[in-house]
């Protein structure tokens, strides 16, 4: 799958995890992506549910045998917009 092509799906229900971060702390979260809005995704780590603003982040998807890396600049829409966008 190409990169434009993933960035285009939704991410709810996904593996997660942060590799770059403007705020050090939330470098290296793992868990599921519970939740998205055009600013933050909310991941489920451990059953703690963490919000992260994508402004900034890098971010690791893992699709089954696949993982993609995203910008969290390249992802800043509403899930619903973001296949009308993202090109």
């Known amino acids: 799958m190409k990169s434009n092509?993933?960035?285009r799906r939704q991410f709810i229900g996904l593996d997660i995890e942060i590799l770059a971060s403007t705020c050090p702390s939330q470098v290296g979260v793992r868990g599921k992506v519970v939740d998205?809005?055009?600013n933050t995704i909310?991941?489920?780590?451990?059953?703690?549910?963490?919000?992260?603003?994508?402004?900034?982040c890098e971010f690791r998807f893992v699709d089954g045998p696949q993982a993609h890396v995203v910008s969290g600049n390249d992802i800043m829409f509403r899930p619903?917009?973001?296949i009308k966008r993202v090109r």
């Open 42 to 56: 909310t991941i489920d780590q451990d059953g703690v549910e963490k919000m992260i603003a994508k402004t900034g």
């Open 36 to 38: 998205e809005t055009k």
């Open 80 to 82: 619903e917009d973001r």
């Open 5 to 7: 092509d993933f960035r």
